[in-house]
């Protein structure tokens, strides 16, 4: 059975960064981080294909995110810098093996693997 386990999240300062980890192994075609803050939907906030190593950010989520992954380790990482408080939520990590990625529409696709989080929460 596939399990995905995020760890990294704390509390830091506006300006300040963070590392999350999320371990898990299995045929993954694509992997990512999304967050979700509490009465709010989820927000994708990057992607990784396994394959080739190709990384999608939406929006303007490149400039201070970075995603990138271990095969050894088995481990997806989620580099971010200079954090708001707008950062602020659950993190959750994601993974699919299905093509095209499952993780493009996550919600239309129930076959995805998730994470239980990790809280990052970023004061002013």
């Known amino acids: 059975q596939v399990q995905l386990r995020e760890s990294g999240g704390g509390s830091v300062q506006t300006g300040g960064s963070l590392r999350l980890s999320c371990v898990g192994s299995?045929?993954?075609?694509?992997m990512g981080w999304f967050r979700q803050v509490a009465g709010q939907g989820r927000e994708e906030v990057a992607r990784?294909?396994?394959?080739?190593?190709?990384?999608y950010y939406p929006g303007s989520m490149r400039v201070r995110f970075a995603i990138s992954h271990d095969e050894d380790k088995d481990t997806l990482f989620l580099q971010m810098n200079n954090l708001t408080p707008e950062d602020s939520g659950m993190y959750y990590c994601?993974?699919?093996?299905?093509?095209?990625?499952?993780?493009?529409?996550?919600?239309?696709?129930?076959?995805?693997?998730w994470g239980r989080g990790t809280q990052v929460t970023v004061s002013s």
């Open positions: 994601a993974a699919s093996e299905t093509r095209p990625c499952g993780l493009v529409r996550p919600d239309s696709n129930p076959d995805n693997y």
């Open positions: 299995g045929d993954f075609y694509c």
């Open positions: 990784f294909y396994t394959n080739d190593g190709t990384t």
